[in-house]
């Protein structure tokens, strides 16, 4: 990048300390320091960020050209791990028994709301007082 060598370095140190005095020169080369880090930093930053979106847009292409390839096998194969077409084949929940105080031939969800003494009428029944 830059060639730098030894008799430069002294050279420009020299003259660093004769402009600016002894002084000064401390504070002076910790900030160009502080900044050279920074710089640094921001270009390592840099690097890496560049980095990751070359690779992402590699593994794009990859999984673009093995969808394309992997959707002609697809047909003639089992289906992929996390097709989500697929359903699988469950059992639906068993039906809740009837409650204790209704006879079981008379019990269906249709005529539910008309069996005395369940909890979870939407109107009381006609044997018991309301509460107003």
């Given at each position: 990048m830059l060639d730098v060598g030894f008799s430069e370095i002294l050279l420009t140190s020299?003259?660093?300390?004769?402009?600016?005095?002894?002084?000064?020169?401390?504070?002076v080369a910790r900030q160009v320091g502080n900044w050279?880090?920074?710089?640094?930093?921001?270009?390592?930053?840099?690097?890496?960020?560049?980095?990751?979106?070359?690779s992402t847009e590699e593994l794009m292409k990859?999984?673009?050209?093995?969808?394309s390839i992997s959707a002609d096998t697809a047909k003639t194969s089992?289906?992929?791990a996390f097709d989500t077409a697929y359903t699988p084949n469950i059992a639906p929940p068993p039906?809740?028994?009837?409650?204790?105080?209704?006879?079981?031939?008379?019990?269906?969800?249709?005529?539910?709301?008309t069996v005395h003494g369940a909890d979870w009428h939407s109107s009381p029944p006609e044997n018991k007082p309301t509460h107003e």
């Open positions: 020299a003259i660093a300390l004769i402009v600016l005095g002894p002084e000064k020169l401390p504070k050279v880090g920074r710089a640094r930093a921001m270009a390592r930053q840099l690097t890496e960020q560049l980095e990751r979106e070359i990859q999984t673009k050209s093995a969808g089992a289906p992929a039906a809740a028994p009837p409650p204790a105080s209704a006879p079981a031939a008379e019990y269906s969800p249709e005529t539910a709301a």
